[in-house]
């Protein structure tokens, strides 16, 4: 049986391929890229597919992989986890986290599928299509903020990484403080063993 695995096919066939409380990778892109952007699942061919001399279908793509590695570093990060299937049908088995640590996210999230052997190899025929923990998707989609302006804080992180970076690093230290305190209060409310007069060793 032949697949069609050209890149963005798959956003045009049937969405519904069933795994049990997962959806396909083609399905949980679609659902972050019409969240973030309104691009529906069937534009995403027609953006890849235009002449790039277009700028606004080269924003488009930006947009959009940007997205494939927003993605794809929740995936390697663990936060949601991910699963393969054999093209086809077959077992489902976990895809491990560090199968996420590539460099071109844009070109898995095109077929949403991987070669299992070659999984870091970007142009090797694809044999497992990928599938997402529902659930965890789920949660995570759903507490993403909407885009819109960025506040006075975030546009200077953002034109001053030395800044973002400072902040950062103050951040880690105060919650490495914060332990400490947590665990020294801990130790100083522990209750002593109550003595009573007459009662206890001599």
């Given at each position: 049986?032949?697949?069609?695995?050209?890149?963005?096919?798959?956003?045009?066939?049937?969405?519904?391929?069933?795994?049990?409380?997962?959806?396909?990778?083609?399905?949980?892109?679609?659902?972050?890229?019409?969240?973030?952007?309104?691009?529906?699942?069937?534009?995403?061919?027609?953006?890849?597919?235009?002449?790039?001399?277009?700028?606004?279908?080269?924003?488009?793509?930006?947009?959009?992989?940007?997205?494939a590695?927003?993605?794809?570093?929740?995936?390697?990060f663990?936060r949601?986890?991910?699963?393969?299937?054999?093209?086809?049908?077959?077992?489902?088995?976990?895809?491990?986290?560090?199968?996420?640590?590539?460099?071109?996210?844009?070109?898995?999230?095109?077929?949403?599928?991987?070669?299992?052997?070659?999984?870091?190899?970007?142009?090797?025929?694809?044999?497992h299509?990928?599938?997402?923990?529902a659930?965890?998707?789920?949660?995570?989609?759903?507490?993403?903020?909407?885009?819109?302006?960025?506040?006075?804080?975030?546009?200077?992180?953002?034109?001053?990484?030395?800044?973002?970076?400072?902040?950062?690093?103050?951040?880690?230290?105060?919650?490495?403080?914060?332990?400490?305190?947590?665990?020294?209060?801990?130790?100083?409310?522990?209750?002593?063993?109550?003595?009573?007069?007459?009662?206890?060793?001599?």
């Open positions: 049986m032949e697949f069609n695995m050209v890149p963005w096919a798959q956003y045009l066939a049937d969405p519904w391929l069933v795994s049990h409380s997962k959806y396909s990778l083609i399905s949980a892109f679609s659902d972050l890229v019409r969240v973030q952007h309104g691009f529906e699942r069937h534009e995403l061919p027609e953006i890849f597919a235009a002449d790039h001399a277009e700028g606004e279908n080269d924003a488009c793509r930006h947009l959009v992989a940007l997205d590695a927003f993605l794809a570093r929740q995936f390697a663990g949601i986890a991910t699963f393969v299937r054999p093209l086809g049908g077959g077992e489902v088995v976990v895809l491990k986290q560090t199968f996420w640590e590539i460099d071109d996210a844009l070109a898995r999230m095109a077929t949403g599928a991987l070669n299992l052997e070659r999984w870091a190899d970007p142009d090797a025929a694809p044999t299509r990928i599938f997402v923990d659930p965890a998707f789920d949660e995570w989609l759903a507490g993403l903020k909407p885009l819109g302006l960025l506040s006075n804080r975030e546009l200077e992180e953002a034109l001053n990484p030395q800044v973002r970076a400072a902040r950062a690093v103050a951040a880690r230290r105060l919650g490495e403080i914060s332990d400490k305190s947590s665990t020294c209060h801990s130790e100083r409310t522990t209750p002593l063993p109550l003595q009573l007069d007459g009662l206890g060793p001599g």
